[in-house]
């Protein structure tokens, strides 16, 4: 029986949300989304939350929301991006759950994030496929140390959420 949160980290586009909500339903346990927890409490959409209060405000909202989670059972939360680099974001997750990295090549992630198109990702919306590969580069030297600190590093490339399950002794 699994006894702490899970939180999924990772670049956009690696699939926090969709092998989230896979490992949730084969745990029958609820699914948290960050970015649409995010997206509720503050009535608006994030791009249009990022364009009325910048990126700083859009951080500080994002750590309240999740060190203030209120949920009574243990749960599989997908966080967004950039929510372990930020404050103590990280250290917070490691110490209150379960933190698993999803990683995928770069060049899979960038041809990921071009084909999703950018409507929903305020910060590469208007980048090309080849300025989202440097954009991806880019971040990740910022964002590897923190993703860096996870329980598991799991490469999302033909994930098999049961042997994820059986391997992780959740």
Same mark, same amino acid.
């Given at each position: 029986?699994?006894?702490?949160?899970?939180?999924?980290?990772?670049?956009?586009?690696?699939?926090?949300?969709?092998?989230?909500?896979? $490992?949730?339903?084969?745990?029958?346990?609820?699914?948290?989304?960050?970015?649409?927890?995010?997206?509720?409490?503050?009535?608006?959409?994030?791009?249009?939350?990022?364009?009325?209060?910048?990126?700083?405000?859009?951080?500080?909202?994002?750590?309240?929301?999740?060190?203030?989670?209120?949920?009574?059972?243990?749960?599989?939360?997908?966080?967004?991006?950039?929510?372990?680099?930020?404050?103590?974001?990280?250290?917070?997750?490691?110490?209150?759950?379960?933190?698993?990295?999803?990683?995928?090549?770069?060049?899979?992630?960038?041809?990921?994030?071009?084909?999703?198109?950018?409507?929903?990702?305020?910060?590469?919306?208007?980048?090309?496929?080849?300025?989202?590969?440097?954009?991806?580069?880019?971040?990740?030297?910022?964002?590897?140390?923190?993703?860096?600190?996870?329980?598991?590093?799991?490469?999302?490339?033909?994930?098999?959420?049961?042997? $994820?399950?059986?391997?992780?002794?959740?």
């Amino acid at each position: 029986m699994l006894k702490k949160h899970v939180f999924l980290i990772g670049f956009m586009g690696v699939g926090k949300t969709t092998n989230g909500k896979k $490992l949730a339903q084969a745990l029958n346990r609820k699914f948290i989304d960050l970015d649409e927890t995010f997206v509720e409490q503050a009535g608006m959409s994030i791009t249009d939350y990022f364009k009325q209060y910048g990126e700083e405000a859009f951080r500080i909202k994002e750590r309240d929301i999740l060190q203030n989670l209120s949920i009574p059972e243990a749960a599989i939360i997908a966080t967004g991006g950039g929510a372990p680099c930020f404050f103590d974001n990280m250290e917070w997750m490691n110490k209150n759950g379960i933190t698993l990295y999803l990683q995928i090549p770069t060049a899979a992630l960038a041809k990921r994030l071009a084909a999703s198109k950018r409507h929903k990702r305020p910060l590469i919306q208007d980048l090309s496929e080849e300025e989202i590969f440097e954009f991806i580069n880019e971040r990740m030297r910022v964002r590897h140390p923190f993703y860096a600190k996870a329980h598991h590093h799991i490469n999302v490339i033909d994930l098999d959420i049961d042997a $994820l399950i059986k391997n992780l002794d959740l």
